[in-house]
């Protein structure tokens, strides 16, 4: 069973930046999609972006060229780096583990002056 925990969520003024960290631990396999999703209030829970274990990545049109996910398979961990933040960004972001289709519990993201 995997285990997904996120860190680095917080307060942050429109074009600023942020880092968001996942660490999974459990038996997971060496091949496996990782990802970040957001939910912001009254919307739907919506992919931002994902990365194989070989390092191919995918992002939603919304934060392209803004955001830049990464990993490390040897310390089972997985990034979001966050730039030039919007308001409309404003979520609880959660990492997910394709395998198991594990997710973690979400951290918060708020932007606003």
């Known amino acids: 069973q995997v285990q997904l925990v996120e860190s680095g969520g917080g307060l942050v003024q429109p074009g600023g930046s942020l880092r968001l960290s996942c660490a999974a631990s459990?038996?997971?396999?060496?091949?496996?999609?990782m990802g970040w999703y957001r939910q912001a209030p009254g919307k739907q829970r919506e992919l931002v972006a994902s990365?194989?274990?070989?390092?191919?990545?995918n992002y939603s049109d919304s934060v392209k060229g803004r955001f830049t996910i990464s990993r490390d398979n040897a310390r089972k961990t997985v990034s979001l780096q966050m730039n030039s933040l919007r308001p409309e960004d404003t979520a609880v972001y959660y990492c997910?583990?394709?395998?198991?289709?594990?997710w973690g519990r979400g951290t918060q993201v708020s932007v606003s002056s």
């Open positions: 997910r583990s394709w395998f198991g289709n594990a």
């Open positions: 459990g038996s997971m396999p060496s091949i496996n999609t």
């Open positions: 990365i194989t274990s070989f390092g191919v990545t």
